[in-house]
């Protein structure tokens, strides 16, 4: 059973960077896509960024597209997500999640959720 654990959320102020950290135990990480995605207050959990198996291929929601960075170690079983020029509209908390197919992950249809970490942009 896959299991994902979240970190390096935190306070930062806007225009700031921060780099969240998922570790994956549990299954043969580089066989499957992993992705972030992040619920702000009040709001649904929304998509942010994948990445496939390989790290070959990347994606991003729009409102993420040249500040935020995927990428994977797969000898690590770790996924980051860099994320500048941070807004306060970026903040929420954050959920790494994993999924066969990159694609799938975009759907939110996952196999497996991290517990989430928390990211406050102050203005």
């Known amino acids: 059973q896959v299991q994902l654990v979240e970190s390096g959320g935190g306070l930062v102020q806007a225009g700031g960077s921060l780099r969240l950290s998922c570790a994956a135990s549990?299954?043969?990480?580089?066989?499957?896509?992993m992705g972030w995605f992040r619920q702000a207050p009040g709001k649904e959990r929304e998509f942010v960024a994948r990445?496939?198996?390989?790290?070959?291929?990347?994606y991003y929601a729009d409102s993420v597209k040249g500040r935020f960075t995927i990428s994977r170690d797969n000898a690590k079983n770790t996924v980051w997500l860099q994320m500048n020029s941070l807004k306060p509209e970026d903040t929420g908390v954050y959920y790494c999640?994993?999924?066969?197919?990159?694609?799938?992950?975009?759907?939110?249809?996952?196999?497996?959720w991290g517990q989430g970490t928390l990211v406050t942009v102050s203005s």
């Open positions: 999640a994993t999924a066969r197919l990159s694609s799938a992950i975009q759907r939110g249809d996952v196999d497996a």
């Open positions: 549990g299954r043969t990480f580089s066989r499957y896509a």
């Open positions: 990445i496939s198996g390989s790290g070959g291929t990347t």
